[in-house]
């Protein structure tokens, strides 16, 4: 299993610029999530999936766009980049966070780390 | 709303020591979930340690364990016999039961190891 991938490993992208950030899994998880890193942030949820066609808001959704049309790949799109929206971006998955009293492990890729000048 | 406050920015130890670090928690959740992850200097996230809120036996994994204390909304995480590879962020996170999918992380503990 190759996990957790996501492309590109950086990007540079001028004000203003869309692009899409690309994850994909092969373990059939049902829950795929993005975070951002910054620095002395921690990780912050910007949007995730409980499966195929569901897709909801995290803590910092503003400026970031979602869609889950098959189980493997949840693309994060940035609609108009902008400076603040420099980061470190993980996408991550699990079967599901918990379920029947049990608590799942995400699975994270290796991230992206995106700048926009 | 979930919330999770790691209050040590930066902690360092001594190689064969052990280390402790301070992580706490709010949550309305009676059902929760809380996890220790490590972020080495190759930036991957690897899963640490997880503890169910229900259970209330300590997790443990090898030289890893936590001092979970419910009431006080308090999950800490040992290191015993410190490493040079332990050297990384450590991160707290939580997440709520039910139909709460969301994981709140806190902002991190640099741990550094000196030989």
């Known amino acids: 299993n190759a996990g957790v991938t996501q492309t590109p490993k950086f990007q540079v992208l001028k004000t203003g610029q869309s692009m899409t950030l690309q994850c994909a899994q092969d373990m059939n998880h049902e829950y795929m999530s993005w975070y951002r890193q910054d620095p002395g942030m921690g990780l912050r949820l910007i949007h995730y999936s409980v499966g195929a066609g569901i897709t909801d808001q995290g803590e910092v959704p503003n400026g970031y766009n979602v869609s889950r049309s098959t189980t493997e790949d949840f693309p994060l799109r940035l609609l108009s980049a902008a400076p603040s929206q420099t980061s470190v971006y993980f996408c991550a998955s699990s079967y599901s966070l918990m379920s029947a009293g049990a608590a799942y492990e995400q699975y994270f890729g290796p991230g992206t780390r995106l700048t926009v000048t | 709303a979930q919330t999770v406050t790691q209050s040590q920015p930066e902690m360092s130890v001594q190689e064969a020591e052990t280390v402790t670090l301070s992580c706490t928690y709010d949550?309305?959740?009676?059902?929760?979930?809380l996890f220790w992850y490590k972020q080495p200097p190759s930036r991957q996230m690897i899963l640490v340690i997880r503890q169910e809120a229900y259970k209330q036996q300590n997790a443990t994994e090898n030289r890893f364990s936590v001092n979970f204390q419910k009431a006080a909304k308090s999950f800490s995480l040992k290191i015993s016999d410190s490493q040079l590879g332990d050297a990384a962020m450590y991160f707290c996170?939580?997440?709520?039961?039910?139909?709460?999918?969301?994981?709140?992380f806190g902002k991190g503990t640099l741990l550094t190891v000196n030989p």
């Open positions: 949550t309305s959740e009676s059902d929760y979930y």
């Open positions: 996170a939580s997440v709520g039961g039910g139909s709460n999918y969301k994981l709140t």
